[in-house]
């Protein structure tokens, strides 16, 4: 009778090590899955059994009661988590459940570029097929209003960056870290203004920085641009830069700016009102944001494009003739 039941106790113990065995072989085999990636979405509160059945579900060849099992045997079970995922092609069980209890979601990412209006990101953001339109039909005082900045104009508010989000976000949500990232690169840029920046407040650094960055063709002329302006503020000189004229125009402009859209007023035209415009024309870069409050030094009042992306830059309103003839009238200076 012992030895009998040593044998079945052996016995027993050899299926249980041959189980283990073909389960731990099992775990690292390329599951069968389509030969596109699998889009896996997780609803929050989902439990492991029902994480298993939307494996299944999504086209993954795997049985899910095995599959929760797996989850179960690995005490991982509990740290699953919700999100946006994208299955491989062949991926295993051991790659999947690691990929759901890290978290290692499908991201996504968009770039807002440096110089665009608002206008444009609300575009680029549309296009973003994976992110939740939640602002699309409401007009700008109504997205900063949802964004806890009601009656704050929304131009240049949000810093240029790409922003990586998972599937199914909000457009709110990002917009929402491109504000926070504007608030603390200005703040950081203001913390670290010379006496030489005429710019009273972050708000009036903000919107000097941002034709900085709109005037700028090279980088390396990013600091005497800053320059002049600052110099022009300082000594009650209009600013007379294009770029605010072409922004109060807003869609009507074609392209071309001409002498009478110089001579037509509005709030952003620097030909034809002192100081700064009301608000800024886009958004600046870290870049232009330390350029606009750390000016060097300098006596240029003038620059004009040279035609390589470069400026020539003149302090005096001759030599910004001579300048204008030479580079963009192709006449060389006497």
Do not use: C
């Not at 249980?16 to 390329?30: R, S």
């Not at 494996?55 to 005490?75: C, E, H, I, Q, T």
């Not at 990101?121 to 994976?130: G, N, S």
């Amino acid at each position: 009778m012992r030895r009998f039941l040593v044998t079945v106790f052996l016995l027993g113990a050899l299926a249980a090590i041959a189980v283990g065995g073909a389960g731990l072989w099992w775990v690292y085999q390329p599951l069968r899955t389509p030969a596109q990636a699998v889009d896996l979405s997780i609803d929050p509160g989902t439990l492991p059994r029902g994480v298993a059945q939307a494996v299944a579900d999504a086209g993954v060849d795997v049985n899910p009661d095995l599959l929760y099992f797996w989850f179960r045997l690995s005490g991982q079970d509990r740290q699953i988590k919700a999100g946006s995922y994208e299955l491989e092609p062949g991926i295993t069980p051991h790659r999947l459940l690691r990929k759901l209890a890290r978290g290692e979601e499908a991201l996504q990412a968009v770039v807002l570029v440096e110089g665009w209006t608002f206008r444009q990101v609300r575009a680029a953001l549309l296009k973003e097929e994976q992110l939740k339109p939640d602002t699309k039909g409401l007009d700008d005082a109504a997205v900063m209003a949802l964004l806890g900045r009601q009656g704050v104009h929304p131009e240049g508010r949000f810093f240029p960056d790409t922003y990586t989000y998972s599937r199914g976000s909000s457009d709110v949500a990002l917009l929402r870290r491109a504000m926070h990232a504007m608030d603390r690169r200005l703040e950081a840029a203001w913390a670290q203004r010379t006496p030489e920046a005429m710019a009273k407040t972050p708000a009036e650094a903000l919107i000097l920085a941002s034709i900085v960055e709109k005037e700028t063709g090279k980088a390396a002329d990013r600091p005497l641009v800053s320059s002049v302006f600052n110099n022009r503020l300082r000594v009650g000189m209009p600013l007379q830069t294009d770029p605010t004229v072409i922004y109060g125009m807003g869609e009507a402009f074609d392209g071309n700016l001409r002498k009478k859209d110089l001579q037509t007023d509005t709030p952003w035209n620097t030909y034809t009102r002192s100081g700064l415009p009301p608000t800024p024309i886009a958004m600046p870069g870290k870049a232009s944001l330390l350029a606009a409050v750390q000016p060097p030094a300098s006596k240029a009042l003038y620059f004009v494009a040279r035609g390589d992306g470069s400026s020539q830059f003149s302090a005096t309103l001759d030599e910004h003739n001579r300048a204008v003839n030479q580079y963009q009238r192709g006449r060389n200076p006497p």
